[in-house]
């Protein structure tokens, strides 16, 4: 299982983020006309760790995690649900070990948008690092 939709695993097992989002977890980008509120998710950067002679089996992965609501309250309650969900979290998903989930930086934004008019689309952009295994090349 790619580590994105491990991501997506824990967020829409999380109640609280559940709660919000009624699993509208998106890999990359969201359907055209989307319910909000709802959440996308993206690889942004990895980083595989190697020893003297091979791949170490650890990566450490950068994922974007955006939360898009109508209202900058709305967007940011999802965000802070998100990172209580992701925040340090550790344990086994499908057939990865996610090894620690950390939050490296968050930023307002807001996006217009043609089909609601001149209302901004409200977004919370929040960038994680993911540390997991990987397998190793024989």
Not at 28 to 37: D, G, H, I, K, M
Not at 73 to 78: F, G, Q, S, T, V
């Amino acid at each position: 299982m790619p580590i994105g939709r491990s991501i997506r695993r824990i967020l829409i097992y999380d109640d609280a983020v559940l709660a919000i989002i009624v699993a509208r977890v998106y890999p990359v980008s969201a359907p055209q006309n989307a319910t909000l509120p709802y959440i996308v998710y993206q690889i942004v950067g990895s980083e595989t760790l190697y020893h003297a002679d091979n791949e170490a089996g650890l990566q450490a992965t950068r994922m974007q995690i955006d939360c898009y609501a109508e209202t900058y309250d709305a967007a940011y309650d999802l965000a802070d649900k998100v990172r209580l969900a992701l925040s340090g979290y550790t344990g086994l998903i499908s057939t990865i070990l996610i090894r620690g989930i950390f939050l490296e930086s968050q930023q307002d934004l807001s996006e217009p948008t043609v089909e609601r008019g001149e209302k901004p689309l409200m977004r919370i952009s929040a960038d994680y690092e993911v540390w997991h295994d990987q397998t190793v090349p024989t």
